[in-house]
């Protein structure tokens, strides 16, 4: 059964450094998401693409954060400058279309470390 | 703005006893709620969706507009049923998941 893949597993960085986190969706996929979750709190919705487009963000979406996909296969989420306050687990996820009945299908996750 | 109440961070059951997490949600439209569930080490996945209104390994979840819940269930708890549950609402504008904090589901012998 094909999956989303994320790449990679954990990745620890310097406060102000960038980094880039990379998915690779459900290949006939065409919506896809990136959500965050804090140790301990909800897992919470970052940005929702289709068409090359970013089709909604959240508040924590700022200037910070930008999302790609360089290719027909991966889709990015970077992060410019982090923050300590970035150190979370990232999912991605991704679905077939973009009703609000489909599925999300979530990958395992990045888990990013700022110190 | 929606948001999803999952009151219980852990619940601790026995085998074979009756299960019910606890799902309430806040949304002035018609939502669309589902349950997700993960097991230790593993990724978030699907467990159900009300608009399949089907049960998956014997859970099922019923939507109440009156009480804005979508509680989950199951009447003989498995110790393989041991994992997070986070219930998520999509209200469609966006096709954004909005979680509950989750809970923890704890099949004991």
């Known amino acids: 059964e094909p999956e989303v893949t994320q790449t990679p597993s954990h990745q620890v960085t310097q406060m102000g450094q960038e980094v880039i986190l990379r998915c690779v969706p459900i290949?006939?996929?065409?919506?896809f998401y990136w959500y965050r979750q804090i140790l301990g709190q909800k897992v919470e919705f970052l940005v929702s693409f289709y068409n090359n487009e970013i089709s909604e963000k959240s508040e924590i979406f700022d200037d910070q954060f930008s999302v790609e996909r360089p290719d027909g296969s991966n889709f990015t989420l970077k992060i410019r400058s982090t923050k300590l306050e970035d150190s979370a687990m990232y999912f991605c996820?991704?679905?077939?279309?973009?009703?609000?009945?489909?599925?999300?299908?979530f990958g395992p996750g990045t888990r990013l470390t700022v110190l | 703005a929606q948001r999803v109440t999952q009151p219980e961070k852990l619940l601790s059951v026995f085998k074979g006893a009756p299960v019910e997490l606890k799902c309430n949600y806040s949304y002035s439209g018609s939502p669309e709620l589902f349950w997700y569930v993960q097991y230790s080490r593993q990724r978030l996945q699907l467990l159900l969706r009300?608009?399949s209104r089907e049960s998956i390994k014997g859970f099922t979840a019923d939507l109440n507009k009156g009480e804005t819940s979508f509680h989950l269930k199951k009447p003989f708890a498995q110790e393989e049923d041991s994992a997070m549950y986070y219930c998520?609402?999509?209200?469609?504008?966006?096709?954004?998941?909005?979680f509950g904090t989750g809970t923890r589901l704890q099949v004991t012998l």
């Open positions: 009300h608009i």
């Open positions: 290949s006939n996929h065409l919506y």
């Open positions: 996820a991704s679905s077939d279309a973009g009703a609000s009945t489909d599925t999300q299908y």
């Open positions: 998520a609402l999509n209200t469609g504008t966006a096709s954004k998941l909005t």
